[in-house]
């Protein structure tokens, strides 16, 4: 069974930072046999691609409206995941996901296998 745990949401004012992090575990779960991503869902609206990572972590992709502020990273030591998240907005608040996918990185959140429960951001005007 695998488990992806998140952390470290909150509610921040506008302009501030956060760090997300994921950690990923499983008895057959091989951590660097899958590209991670994290996905943000506002209330009332679908699930969003926020960023994803290779296995190696050399190579990241994120949604326009994240560039230049959010970070994803990964420590394949730790099977975790981080998003760094700065320069918030308040259009950012959303329950955050992270998920697993066998392979390379995808942008579909449908082509994930694992998701944790998420962590809620929260970012004040």
């Known amino acids: 069974q695998v488990q992806l745990v998140e952390s470290g949401g909150g509610l921040v004012q506008t302009g501030g930072s956060l760090r997300l992090s994921c950690a990923a575990s499983?008895?057959?779960?091989?951590?660097?046999?899958?590209?991670m991503g994290w996905f943000s869902q506002a209330p009332g609206k679908e699930r969003e691609f926020v960023a994803t990572?290779?296995?190696?972590?050399?190579?990241?992709y994120s949604a326009d409206s994240v560039k230049g502020r959010f970070t994803m990273s990964r420590d394949n030591a730790k099977n975790t995941v981080y998003l760094q998240m700065n320069s918030l907005k308040p259009e950012d608040t959303a329950v955050y996901y992270c998920?697993?996918?066998?392979?390379?990185?995808?942008?579909?959140?449908?082509?994930?296998?694992?998701w944790g429960q998420g962590t809620q951001v929260t970012v004040s005007s």
């Open positions: 499983g008895r057959t779960f091989t951590f660097t046999n899958y590209a």
């Open positions: 990572i290779d296995w190696t972590g050399a190579n990241t």
């Open positions: 998920a697993a996918v066998l392979g390379r990185p995808v942008l579909d959140p449908k082509r994930y296998a694992y």
